[in-house]
């Protein structure tokens, strides 16, 4: 038995991961510094960073969803604050090349 092969794990999401990458997008529209690394390996690294500080919020119907989308005021600014940190660690220690 394989659980890949048998059981749709697609429908397995993680909601956190929608919502740091929503605000790190809106973060970085809001910088307008040259010297932030906006590589896809820094914005990934942002990614990651932001998403091991951020409490996960799996769902895996319809119903999680709705829930999700009625994420709480708390949870938005815990997601706020670990892109912001993010940004910044990454923009201190850039990947090296």
Same mark, same amino acid.
């Given at each position: 038995m394989s659980l890949?092969?048998?059981f749709r794990l697609?429908? !397995?999401?993680?909601?956190s991961e929608r919502l740091v990458l929503e605000e !790190?997008? $809106?973060q970085l529209q809001g910088l307008s510094n040259s010297s932030l690394?906006? +590589?896809t390996e820094c914005v990934l690294d942002m $990614? $990651?960073?932001a998403l091991n500080a951020v409490r996960p919020m799996y769902r895996v119907n319809l119903m999680g969803r709705i829930y999700a989308d $009625? &994420?709480?005021d708390e949870k938005r600014?815990? &997601?706020k604050e670990a892109? +912001?940190?993010a940004i910044e660690k990454v923009r201190r220690n850039p990947p090296q090349e």
């Open positions: 890949i092969d048998d697609e429908d !397995l999401v993680n909601e !790190l997008e $809106a690394c906006s +590589s $990614a $990651a960073y $009625a &994420v709480s600014a815990e &997601v892109v +912001s940190r």
